[in-house]
């Protein structure tokens, strides 16, 4: 490796708003993210679909009337 032109890489400990905390290794000293995988809303389960023109609406009906079919034919 040569010398002088590799940055500095520190031992970092990355800090969320709400609290968390993960021991990283970066070539930034301060890290702060607005959200992790503990307050993330996918990774808690409170994720809501925002749905404003009915896509998810139409796909249910959709594969419902598929599944209907398909029982009809066995």
Do not use: W
């Not at 500095?8 to 992790?36: H, M, P, W």
């Amino acid at each position: 490796m040569k010398e002088g032109i590799h940055p500095k890489y520190f031992d970092v400990v990355a800090t969320c708003v709400c609290g968390g905390e993960v021991q990283l290794g970066s070539t930034q000293q301060n890290i702060r993210v607005e959200i992790c995988s503990s307050c993330h809303p996918f990774y808690t389960g409170q994720q809501k679909i925002v749905d404003t023109e009915g896509r998810v609406d139409r796909f249910v009906k959709r594969y419902s009337k598929v599944k209907k079919e398909e029982a009809k034919v066995k």
